[in-house]
C-alpha cells in the first residue's frame, strides 16, 4: 500500500502517542522507517492546526516591533497552560496507563515552546521550521533528580464541583483503579539552555477537571525601573504582559499601563485584544481538517519529525524515571474545579512569581 509507483504518492499519519518513552519512541521511529520514507510519515498533533498557534510564525517574524525584544534581555518567564474542565469520561483504560505528563508534553506542550522559542528560519520550508523547532527542544535541559522533586509537579483530581455539578473523583472514573497513582495534573519548570533563553524559565501546566477550559502562552516582560515613580503615590508597576489565545477563543492580548485620568499620578492596567472571529469573521477549525489537507498537499510544517520526537521524550525522562521510582504519597492532591494542587503555586512561588489570573 505504501509504493510509490506509476508517479503516485503515498503518505501515512501518526496519531499520538509516539512512543510512551524514549526507547519505545526511537523503537517506533525505527519500525516505520522499515516501510517508509521519513517525507512519508505525518506525526499529528491537533494543536498545530489550529490558527493562532500557526500564527505564532508571522507575529513573532512579520512583525518588527516584537522580534527586538524576543528574547532574556526583555522577558522575564513564559507560562504555557493547556487546561480542562473534562474528566477522562470513556478513556480511562488508555490515560491510566499514559497520564498527564505522557499524553500532553512531549507532544502539544513541546510544540508550543518550540514555535514560542525558536529561531527565525531561513525559509518556511517544512524542513528549514522544523530544523528550528528540534533545536529549542534538543536545548530543553534534562532536569536532574534533585531538581525533579522541585521543578516537577504532578497531581491528581478527587471530587469536586465543575459548573455547579458534583463530579467524581479520578479514581472513580469508568476503566480506573480505585487505588490508581496516574497523575492528571503536571506543572513543570523548564531552562532552555541556548543564547536567546538563558536563565528565562519556562513555566508549563496541564490538567484534567481544572477550573476552566482554556490553552494560553502567556509572555511576561520584565518590570521597568521604579525610581521615576519614587514620589509619586504610585505604589507599584505592573509587567507587561502578552497573552496568545490559543481555546476556546483564538486571538492576541497585551497588557501595559496608562496614566488614570486626574491631577494625582496613577497608573492603571489597560488590555489590547485581537480577536481572530471578530476580524476575519471565520469560525477556527478543530486543526484536524488543516493538517489533513497539509498531509494531501505534502506540506510537513506542522508535524513533528522523528528527532523533535526522541528529544521531547529525553527531555522529560527524567521525570518519569522518578516517579516511576517515587510513588505519590498524597492522591487524590487537588479538587475538581480548582486550579491543581497547591504545590503548583509553590513552583512559582519560589521564584518570586505566580500564575496568571485566567478569567
Known sequence: MVQETGGHWRRVIIEKPFGHDLESARALNVTLREVLDERQIYRIDHYLGKETVQNMIIFRFANGIFEPIWNRRYIDHLQITAAETLGVGSRGAYYDQAGALRDMVPNHLFQLVSLTAMEPPVSFLADAVRNEQAKVIDAIQPLTPQEVLTFAIRGQYGEGFIGGERVPAYRSEPNVPPDSNTETFVALKLRIDNWRWAGVPFYLRTGKRLAKTVSEIAIQFKQAPFRLFRNTPVESLQTNELV????PEEGVSLRFGAKIPGPIM???????????????????????????YDCM????????????????WNAIMPVLDLWKALPPRDFPNYPAGSWGPPEADELLARDGRQWRRVE
Do not use: K
Not at 266 to 292: H, K, Q, W
Not at 297 to 312: K, P, S
Open 266 to 292: 496613577r497608573i492603571g492596567p489597560v488590555e489590547m485584544d485581537f480577536n481572530y472571529a471578530d476580524c476575519f469573521g471565520s469560525t477556527p477549525s478543530t486543526g484536524y481538517e488543516r493538517l489533513i
Open 244 to 247: 496568545i489565545h490559543i481555546q
Open 297 to 312: 498537499i505534502g506540506d510537513a510544517t506542522l508535524f513533528q519529525r522523528a528527532d523533535m520526537v526522541e528529544a521531547a
